[in-house]
Nanobody
Framework: QVQLVESGGGLVQPGGSLRLSCAASGMSFRLNNMGWFRQAPGKEREFVAAISWYGGRTYADSVKGRFTISRDNAKNTVYLQMNSLNAEDTALYYC???????????WGQGTQVTVSS
């Protein structure tokens, strides 16, 4: 079955950077769209970024210019490079995949990102 395992979350100071990773298995990774979503306490899950199977990218306005999504088909892994982090980026970050857009058919368990001084 499809399995997505996120890693790379943690505590970072405002203005800092983190890189999240999501390792996928049980699927044809190179043929599927990949995405990142996040959910802050008391808020609904929201879209962050997605990358299509052929490399097209889209971002939420709130992260455009600060976050970069990329994929390594040889490693079945998608990344989210996050720069210039601020407190509003604090959330549980989820990886997702699917043949829809943005991809939402399968989800990982999430990795926590906390931005605080």
């Amino acid at each position: 079955q499809v399995q997505l395992v996120e890693s790379g979350g943690g505590l970072v100071q405002p203005g800092g950077s983190l890189r999240l990773s999501c390792a996928a298995s049980g699927m044809s990774f190179r043929l599927n769209n990949m995405g990142w979503f996040r959910q802050a306490p008391g808020k609904e899950r929201e879209f962050v970024a997605a990358i299509s199977w052929y490399g097209g990218r889209t971002y939420a306005d709130s992260v455009k210019g600060r976050f970069t999504i990329s994929r390594d088909n040889a490693k079945n892994t998608v990344y989210l490079q996050m720069n210039s982090l601020n407190a509003e980026d604090t959330a549980l970050y989820y990886c997702a995949t699917g043949d829809n857009w943005p991809p939402t058919k399968y989800w990982g368990q999430g990795t926590q990102v906390t931005v605080s001084s």
